[in-house]
Nanobody, 128 residues
Framework: QVQLVESGGGLVQTGGALRLSCVASGSTFRGFVMGWFRQAPGKAREFVAAISRSGGGTNYADSVKGRFTISRDNVKKMLYLQMNSLKPEDTAVYYC?????????????????????WGQGTQVTVSS
């Protein structure tokens, strides 16, 4: 198992930027595909971005492509989400999550349910 703790959320104006961080405990962080998800009030949780174990592969939701960048530091056991050109519709609680199946290939299709460990979330609010 791995414990995840997010930080870096806050209030920002439209067009602004934030960097979210997620620190992981445990010794096998480099073995996990990691992802960021978000949940806006009254809406279902949705995928934002994912990153391969080495960091060489990334995947983004269409709504954030070109604005958000996911990255990781396997030595520091950290996951990041750089968010630029923020919009009011980006307002949500952001969660980092780990796919604990170290044998599942990066290229394999993933559902949200495949991410077995979640952080508590950090609030991002973008004012118009």
């Amino acid at each position: 198992q791995v414990q995840l703790v997010e930080s870096g959320g806050g209030l920002v104006q439209t067009g602004g930027a934030l960097r979210l961080s997620c620190v992981a405990s445990g010794s096998t962080f480099r073995g996990f595909v990691m992802g960021w998800f978000r949940q806006a009030p009254g809406k279902a949780r949705e995928f934002v971005a994912a990153i391969s174990r080495s960091g060489g592969g990334t995947n983004y939701a269409d709504s954030v492509k070109g604005r958000f960048t996911i990255s990781r530091d396997n030595v520091k056991k950290m996951l990041y989400l750089q968010m630029n050109s923020l919009k009011p519709e980006d307002t949500a609680v952001y969660y980092c999550a780990a796919d604990l199946d170290v044998g599942r290939a990066w290229a394999a299709p993933r559902q949200m349910a495949d991410f077995g460990s979640w952080g508590q979330g950090t609030q991002v609010t973008v004012s118009s």
